[in-house]
């Protein structure tokens, strides 16, 4: 088994590859395809770079963007639609203090210029197929990081399809399993506890997969804390599109969702969206998509 390693889009990137002695070198290259296939999309789509597509589309309104940033926000409004807005590329994650990388370890609200508010009206988004060209409302701003990820494993998966029947990549919980671990296992994945997700041999269950998507969503990772009038208030990533709010535990007791989809696409929103939705719609969700879900 050859195990590569990188940190990409905020996160540590894991691609597996059960092959035997000798082809480390082969391997080696073809992990470094996938690798640079993250970066150059880390380069599209993230918000923490003034000089990426999704920065330029915030900030000039109006703007033709690449195919892969066409195909994404395609995929964002569809499940928007699907879920009423509460899946929705318009949030935004800066307004509640998570306006730089996570791991910076500095929070603070970043808001409109005065007097604007935040819109949500993903359905007010212009787009012209032939050109590909995307048009934002006023007060709206791009954030497809809820999808981005799941979207950048499938690439690598079609990367690696050229010359493997068996691999792994896991890029922070967003995961595809291709053909099996060995000829009598398939890959088996473990789902943390959130009251203790530090702890690697704590998990709460194991679920076995094979040329299946999973991905977990869950807000006990990544929290931050914000002193407001003298009070401390926590925040986490996972914002409702309906008023670009963490749901209260009392509305959502959920800490965990996991899903295993066809594609990491899927299962990464999938999971986001089923958080959001709470665990009885949640599920009727997984049933109308017919992927299957696990609710912690």
């Known amino acids: 088994m050859y195990t590569f390693q990188n940190k990409i889009m905020g996160t540590e990137i894991e691609i597996f590859i059960p092959l035997s002695e000798g082809k480390k070198i082969e391997a080696q290259r073809?992990?470094?395809?996938?690798?640079?296939?993250?970066?150059?999309?880390?380069?599209?789509?993230?918000?923490?770079?003034?000089?990426?597509?999704?920065?330029?589309?915030?900030?000039?309104?109006?703007?033709?963007?690449?195919?892969?940033?066409?195909?994404?926000?395609?995929?964002a409004l569809q499940l928007a639609q699907k879920t009423d807005g509460v899946f929705n590329p318009l949030i935004s994650l800066a307004s509640l203090g998570y306006s730089t990388d996570f791991y910076s370890g500095k929070f603070s609200k970043k808001f409109?210029?005065?007097?604007?508010?935040?819109?949500?009206?993903?359905?007010?988004?212009?787009?012209?197929?032939?050109?590909?060209?995307?048009?934002?409302p006023p007060h709206a701003f791009l954030d497809l990081g809820g999808c981005v990820k799941g979207y950048a494993v499938d690439r690598g998966v079609k990367i690696l399809d050229t010359s493997y029947n068996n691999f792994c990549i896991n890029a922070g919980g967003d995961i595809f399993a291709r053909g099996r671990f060995?000829?009598?296992?398939?890959?088996?994945?473990?789902?943390?506890?959130?009251?203790?997700?530090?702890?690697?041999?704590?998990?709460?269950?194991?679920?076995?997969?094979?040329?299946?998507?999973?991905?977990?969503?869950?807000?006990?990772?990544?929290?931050?804390?914000?002193?407001?009038?003298?009070?401390?208030k926590c925040f986490h990533h996972l914002v409702s599109g309906k008023n670009n709010k963490n749901p209260s535990s009392q509305e959502n007791p959920l800490q965990s969702v996991s899903i295993i989809a066809d594609t990491c696409i899927e299962a990464d929103s999938f999971a986001t969206t089923c958080f959001l939705l709470g665990e009885e719609q949640g599920r009727n969700f997984c049933i109308e998509e017919n992927v299957m879900g696990y609710f912690a």
């Not at 640079?36 to 990426?52: V, Y």
């Not at 409109?112 to 934002?136: F, M, N, T």
């Open 30 to 75: 073809n992990a470094h395809k996938v690798f640079h296939e993250f970066n150059r999309l880390e380069k599209i789509f993230s918000r923490f770079d003034a000089d990426s597509q999704l920065s330029s589309v915030n900030t000039q309104r109006k703007k033709r963007v690449s195919p892969e940033f066409f195909e994404v926000l395609e995929f």
């Open 112 to 136: 409109p210029k005065k007097g604007q508010h935040i819109s949500l009206d993903y359905e007010a988004i212009q787009r012209d197929k032939q050109l590909r060209e995307i048009s934002l």
């Open 182 to 232: 060995s000829s009598l296992e398939k890959w088996s994945i473990g789902i943390a506890d959130p009251s203790d997700f530090t702890n690697e041999e704590k998990n709460i269950f194991w679920i076995e997969i094979e040329d299946q998507a999973l991905a977990t969503s869950g807000s006990y990772k990544r929290r931050w804390n914000i002193t407001e009038n003298n009070q401390e």
